[in-house]
């Protein structure tokens, strides 16, 4: 059974972060949950404390920057935002909880982080990526397309707005440069070599933000072993849409991470 304490916060390079600590027989190495794009700490619903109780890991989950009820973002991002959290507010973080060699839990964008943060020599025990980007694709682009269209014809802002202290400057501060010229040249797979941990990647087949070019390129260059769930039936939120069978999956994974510990 796990305990989920009340969200408290840490500064961060100058920046006030939202975060949740999750009990479960405090057992090392913690679950360090990374969300998507539009995503808050709310917004995993309680997904980080079953995968917490399953595993008798303790976990964490946080909001970034510019999410939740993290400071609200003052700037736009630039191309390299996902880099600049995988390389400097991520183990700013981690090092202010004291937590060393997590197993980090990201979806969407907070995959292209944790792998950023794998592929830079940062030491990990081991590497969930649900919907993984590893480079833009024409689906990526549409989809984003599609998601501004909806925040400016229908309630999109309205429910944002329940897990967000700004929901508009989160939105455009994400969608803003997904949809910029220059992010299409984005691409992080030269981080990819350099990862030794294991790693599970999961995509759903039905993903409107990519295809499974994106896993198997993960599958195909990762430097340690890979494992790759592709999911019928699943859109973006392999968490969501095929809840059993992800967490069956990410349990037997961490449990396998972890013998012996």
Known sequence: MSTSSPAAFVTVRGRSLEYQRIASGGHSPT????????????????????????????????????HGRSDVLQQAHGVDFMHREALESLPDFLHALGIERPILIGHSDGASIALI??????PLSGLVAMA????????????????????????????????HRDPEKTFYGWNDVWLSPAFRRWNIESFLPAIKCPLLAIQGRGDEYGSMAQVDAIARQAGGAVEVLKLEQCGHSPQKDQPQAVSAAIVAFVKRCTQGR
């Open 132 to 163: 993984p980007h590893v480079f833009v694709e024409d689906i990526s682009v549409e989809g984003i397309t599609a998601a501004k269209a909806a925040f400016e014809a229908t309630d999109l802002p309205q429910k944002l707005a329940r897990h």
């Open 117 to 122: 943060y794998a592929g830079s020599g940062h």
């Open 31 to 66: 679950l360090v949950f990374l969300h998507e794009g539009l995503g808050s700490i709310t917004q995993w619903r309680d997904f980080p404390e079953r995968i917490a109780a399953a595993t008798g890991r303790s976990a964490v989950v946080y909001a970034r920057y510019g």
